[in-house]
């Protein structure tokens, strides 16, 4: 089945800089990879995702790159602000989700 | 406008118990999961359900049983509490897989269980 990796687990940057988090899944047929933002006692929360079809998608200050021939993508988040401190997973699938194992960011003001 | 809720936000139960952790939806959605939050693990997939009275394994499905008999409610059984099952549980749902926003998971709060 899937495996996604998540790099870092845990990531401090000062407030406006950037921040990048990485995956990496085994499955070459996963053609759906979304990011998922947890805040302290909160739910996850879906804040972009990407489909095996595109190579890049922006939002604002967060965007997600793939590579499929590699198998990772990529969070990147420009400017941060004290309200981006939280849990981030990617995920990867097929149809049913398999996440990775979280990255914890905190930004330092 | 809560949408998906979990029945309980805390639970504290004994070794050996039986535990039922009740998950509903008010969005109609065909898929129901119930994942277990972990500290260095991320989410990792119990059971789900792609329709009423159906259910498929996840990734670790040992020790835990689930029961969909309503389209809105996903149930997530515990036969016999063990001190490893402590843990967070959240239940998300979805809409019907090929559908648009299939993959978009709406979560629960969570409910952390506590076995002593």
């Known amino acids: 089945g899937e495996n996604v990796e998540q790099h870092p687990s845990t990531l401090s940057v000062q407030e406006g800089d950037s921040a990048v988090i990485k995956c990496t899944y085994s499955d070459s047929a996963s053609n759906y990879f979304p990011w998922y933002k947890q805040e302290l006692g909160k739910r996850p929360q879906l804040i972009i995702d990407?489909?095996?079809?595109?190579g890049e998608k922006k939002d604002q200050r967060i965007a997600v790159t793939l590579n499929k021939t590699a198998k990772h993508f990529s969070l990147h988040i420009t400017e941060t602000q004290p309200e981006d401190s939280a849990v981030y997973f990617c995920a990867a699938s097929i149809q049913k989700l398999v996440f990775g194992q979280g990255t914890r960011l905190t930004i330092n003001p | 406008d809560v949408k998906v809720t979990q029945s309980s936000r805390y639970l504290v139960k004994r070794t050996g118990e039986k535990v039922f952790l009740e998950c509903v939806q008010d969005m109609d959605h065909e898929n129901m999961f119930w994942y277990r939050q972990d500290p260095g693990l991320g989410l990792r997939l119990i059971y789900f359900?792609?329709?009423?009275?159906?259910?498929e394994k996840g990734d670790i499905p040992e020790g835990y049983s689930v029961s969909r008999e309503k389209k809105e409610r996903f149930s997530l059984i515990l036969e016999s509490a063990s001190t490893n099952q402590t843990s967070m549980y959240l239940c998300a749902s979805s809409p019907q897989f090929a559908m648009p926003g299939a993959n978009v998971l709406t979560f629960g709060a969570g409910s952390r269980l506590t076995v002593l």
């Open positions: 359900s792609y329709d009423v009275k159906m259910k």
């Open positions: 990407i489909r095996s079809n595109v």
